[in-house]
């Protein structure tokens, strides 16, 4: 079992830029992947963007130029850096850890889920 747990959602306002964090423990041996979805109210859950371990990294071409994702293998923790946010980027952001999907994916393991709510 692998557990993930997300901080550094919260409100901003339009143009702000918002960091999150996702830190991983348990069988994390198992884990390539780490990634970032979100799920707005009346939405389906979405790929923002995924990171294996090696680097390679996939974006939804929504975010592509504002949202920059990163990892730190040895602290066993995916960040996602926000900036220029948009309210349409408003959701609740959840994080994932799989073992081998960069594109959109419902396999692995998922976080709790933070609220990021971007203001006009």
């Known amino acids: 079992q692998v557990q993930l747990v997300e901080s550094g959602g919260g409100l901003v306002q339009a143009g702000g830029s918002l960091r999150l964090s996702c830190a991983a423990s348990?069988?994390?041996?198992?884990?390539?992947?780490m990634g970032w979805y979100r799920q707005a109210p009346g939405k389906q859950r979405e790929l923002v963007a995924a990171?294996?371990?090696?680097?390679?990294?996939n974006y939804a071409d929504s975010v592509k130029g504002r949202f920059t994702i990163s990892r730190d293998n040895a602290k066993n923790t995916g960040y996602l850096q926000m900036n220029s946010l948009k309210p349409e980027d408003t959701a609740v952001y959840y994080c994932?850890?799989?073992?081998?999907?960069?594109?959109?994916?419902?396999?692995?393991?998922w976080g709790q889920g933070t609220q990021v709510t971007v203001s006009s």
């Open positions: 990171i294996a371990r090696g680097g390679t990294t």
């Open positions: 348990g069988s994390i041996l198992s884990i390539n992947v």
């Open positions: 994932n850890a799989n073992w081998g999907f960069l594109k959109a994916t419902t396999v692995g393991y």
